[in-house]
């Protein structure tokens, strides 16, 4: 089953978030036109190496079961390209899609 849920911001933006019942898993994102947030089965890692060339704009939240903990876990791990734009691990989910609008 998926779930799809706009949420927006204190800056009155709105962002998107895709929830995707798997078996055994669930699989939680939000994002905006630049970049996203998701839960621990995000490979930042693999972004930032094998996928460097695409600059991906992202951030990792593990121990997270729903959309809502997602926007304020605090990020474990981000992208390279997330941090130039100023997302750093430990900044809240929400804060972290505000600088990626």
Do not use: H, Q, W
Not at 52 to 67: H, N, P, Q, S, Y
Request: aromatic content about 2%.
């Amino acid at each position: 089953m998926m779930r799809m849920v706009p949420f927006t911001l204190e800056n009155g933006k709105t962002v998107l978030g895709v929830e995707a019942k798997l078996p055994k898993t669930t699989l939680l994102a939000i994002m905006t036109d630049k970049g996203y947030i998701m839960c621990g089965a995000l490979d930042v890692a693999l972004l930032n190496d094998r996928l460097k060339d695409r600059e991906i704009i992202a951030g990792r939240a593990v121990g997270v079961r729903t959309l809502e903990e997602l926007m304020e876990a605090p990020l474990e791990s981000v992208t390279f390209t997330a941090e130039k734009l100023g997302v750093m691990i430990g900044m809240k989910g929400a804060e972290a899609l505000r600088l990626m609008l």
